[in-house]
């Protein structure tokens, strides 16, 4: 038998009070809601572990997905994070200052500019990816393989139909 969620609960709740209205939306997006608000904390637990929030580690990600020589430009780090140019900049002055990434010329074009990870950096995101990817092994041992693999098909799919 399947357990009861404080999900359940709000939802019964709401029928007694609006038995007009079909609650079953609220039993998977609460879950996910209250899903996501766990795993965010669980995941910048991690990232703090090395001195990274969430943003930093974000950049970080996408500069050594980028490859050797782990480098990319602004315009090219907000694309791969979601988020505004303004919001990279303040991502990539707090990583300059923690001497994880530079700042620099574009070899290719001489006005642009570029950012790159540093030794030190590329250093913090092998070790702390490694150790996310250790964290969300954790998060997911509730579940099966096959559990796993038919929640990334619904996601997918899902995601697919909102467009994200």
């Known amino acids: 038998m399947t357990p009861t969620d404080r999900v ?3 939802a019964a709740q709401w029928r007694t009070e609006r038995p007009d209205l079909d609650t079953t939306p609220l039993q998977v997006i609460g879950r996910l809601h209250r899903l996501a608000d766990r795993l965010r904390d669980e995941l910048l637990a991690e990232y703090r572990r090395f001195g990274l929030g969430e943003g930093e580690f974000d950049i970080l990600a ?12 602004p315009g090219e780090l907000a694309r791969h994070t ?34 790159r990870l540093t030794p030190a950096g590329l250093r913090v995101i ?23 693999r038919s929640l990334e098909a619904l996601l997918r799919e899902w995601g697919a139909a909102l467009g994200v």
């Open 82 to 115: 979601m988020v505004t140019t303004g919001a990279v900049t303040k991502r990539v002055d707090r990583l300059v200052a923690s001497g994880l990434v530079v700042r620099g010329a574009d070899a290719d074009d001489g006005r642009g500019r570029v950012i």
């Open 8 to 10: 359940d609960s709000i």
């Open 62 to 73: 996408a500069l050594r997905r980028a490859g050797d020589p782990f480098a990319s430009a």
């Open 126 to 148: 092998d070790e702390a990816f490694a150790a996310h990817l250790a964290n969300e092994e954790r998060l997911l041992a509730g579940l099966t393989p096959a559990q796993r």
